[in-house]
């Protein structure tokens, strides 16, 4: 009984957690091994929240280091990876406040829009629509439509339909109640749709009409 | 089911967290609503685009770069 219960916690534990151990026991080899485990989704959060390079790279620094010191406040409640999205996220807005001259970042802001109308296009997608387009040229569509989404859209979808975050692990890293992530999380998710509908759909109108006006 | 209540309903239907009796719901109205139907249809294409293309790179040389100045600032232990 007691080798059967040994095992299943020895299955149920998630990897980072042996290296948490070695980290918080000196070994830097273990968390250079977290850092590069998570260094690219910590870049790329960093990127989204923050739209600017220069601020992602000092973000994905400071991010990993100020980890690294609070190590041993990892509680082990939640995945390491949740907590360390934590810091990204702290560290972007903080970022973002300071290049605003302190101005407050509007994410715990209630944004005022047309929440439940339906949406006005109705035009569909080819199938692959993202097919038409190389890709740089779709890198350049994505990135363009994301930006203009405000920002309390487009944090939590990021966090929630990018990097897979939980509607409750979504609210936890951001400080919102579960009905305000799932709010923002419909009507980014929607705005995007419709955002990107321009370039799939007009597309794909030229290719059904030999080449359009 | 009208179409205001189907989109209230979307996230759900998409993440799939409707009781068996709802999504049967949500699924007549589809059968009849074009409109929704290309909305759900889109929007779940929205998100696979998201997820599955990056919208930042992280070239390998600037990666490198700043793992090896992360790492030298926690071996310094600041």
Known sequence: MA???QVVGQIEQ????????RVRGGDVSAYDALVRKYERQ??????HITENREDAEDVMQDAF???????DQF????????WLVRIAVNESLMRLRKRRNGKMVSIDEDIATDEGSVPRDLADWAP???????QAELAGILRKTIQGLPEGFRIVFVLRDVEGLSTEETAETLGLSVPAVKSRLLRGRLQLRERLSRYFHDKNMLRDTGGGK | MTCREFLALLDDMIDDTVTAETRNELRAHLGHCPHCKVTLDTTRKTIEIY?????????????????AAIMARCMKGC
């Not at chain 1, 280091?65 to 190590?71: D, H």
């Not at chain 1, 509680?75 to 949740?82: E, R, V, Y």
């Open chain 1, 3 to 5: 080798i059967i219960e």
């Open chain 1, 14 to 21: 998630h990897p980072d957690v042996a290296l948490v151990e």
């Open chain 1, 42 to 47: 910590v870049f790329r959060i960093a990127q």
């Open chain 1, 65 to 71: 280091l100020k980890a690294y010191q609070k190590i």
């Open chain 1, 75 to 82: 509680q082990g409640n939640s995945k390491f990876s949740t």
């Open chain 1, 128 to 134: 692959n629509p993202e097919q038409n387009y190389n």
């Open chain 2, 51 to 67: 997820r599955s293309n990056e919208v930042y790179d992280l070239p390998d040389s600037l990666r490198e770069r700043l793992h």
